[in-house]
């Protein structure tokens, strides 16, 4: 065989196998990002309009963090993606599945956001990340007995994984005064949890948020060219509720939104003031992305 003969097959086998690394490695790399058969499914809250008893509930504060579901082994956003955490940090994490959020304290969710969206984590970046577990998903039982068992394992305070605080409530007159004390030391709002509730996979009317401002998820289905000073960048991002319905959202969009707009199929936050008599949100403002989660 000539010598260029021979250069060529061995072309060829380096070629095969980088291909066959590359398979190995794109194999691996979706086992990592797909959830494992005993992920924990979240239950979704719906809005608190007054329509449950507020007395049968339990209230606790609505985290401006980032949820997480932990299965025991691996600790996952609720996309099912693995959240990119310490080693230090994920042992301190007891053995049970739980249902919580990343939090790092009110009004500083932009931070958290940076930190958890870093490939490579570090201790000393999440020594202050706290996770506020509610809920022990894979559990049998009533919302409260839940608790009860999560109490057991978890303390209140002083670690990485706390048992978010739930207190009891006599009416809607001290809930409104519960959400104007957390509101005004810069807390998001309340959820309230009916205490009776079995754990519901996916959007729950058992869960209930309670903020001053309206907000809501929607699914981006396009992007819309600006004009003017946005005629070279997006000048709205076109939506799909969980309802359906479809419409446009161009407030609230930076510009470094408009240079690289949400994917079309992530999840956005937006918020609003109010509905038309046909349902759709009015005054709707551009929050945050979820893309990554």
């Known amino acids: 065989m000539s010598s260029a ?14 291909a066959v690394v590359t398979l190995a490695v794109a194999r691996w790399a979706r086992a990592q990002e797909a959830p494992s058969s005993g992920l924990p499914v979240p239950e979704l ?29 691996t600790l996952r956003h609720r ?43 570090s201790d000393a970046d999440w020594s202050s990340v706290r996770y506020m577990v509610f809920d022990q998903p894979l559990a049998a039982g009533a919302f409260e007995a839940r608790l009860g068992r999560l109490a057991a394992v978890l303390p209140r305070t002083g670690t990485v994984a706390e048992l978010a605080p739930q207190w009891r409530i006599a009416n809607d007159s001290v809930l409104r005064r519960d959400l104007e004390r957390v ?33 809501a998820e929607a699914r981006v289905v396009a992007h819309r060219r600006g004009s003017g ?8 991002i076109e939506v799909e509720s969980a ?16 240079r690289a707009p949400p994917p079309i199929g992530s ?4 918020r609003y003031r109010d509905r038309t008599s046909n349902g759709l949100p009015r005054f709707a403002t551009f929050l945050r992305r979820h893309e990554e989660w």
């Open 267 to 270: 999840e956005i936050t937006y």
């Open 243 to 258: 309802e359906g319905q479809r419409f446009f959202i161009g407030s609230g969009l930076s510009d470094a939104d408009r």
């Open 183 to 215: 509101v005004s030391a810069g807390g998001e709002g309340l959820m309230l949890h009916l205490a009776s509730a079995r754990h519901v996979a996916g959007r729950s009317d058992a869960l209930l948020k309670l903020k001053p401002a309206l907000d």
């Open 79 to 121: 996309s099912g993606r693995i959240v990119a955490a310490p080693r230090s940090f994920l042992r301190a994490l007891p053995r049970e599945p739980l249902d919580g959020e990343l939090w790092l304290g009110r009004g500083r969710f932009e931070s958290l956001s940076a930190l958890v969206r870093r490939a490579v984590p």
């Open 5 to 18: 003969s021979s250069a060529s097959v061995l072309r060829g086998r380096r070629a095969a196998l980088a």
């Open 45 to 73: 809250a719906t809005l608190y309009r007054g329509q449950v008893d507020p007395a049968r509930c339990l209230v606790s504060e609505k985290y401006d963090g980032v949820r997480a579901l932990w299965d025991g082994g």
């Open 229 to 236: 000073k946005y005629a070279d960048r997006v000048g709205a």
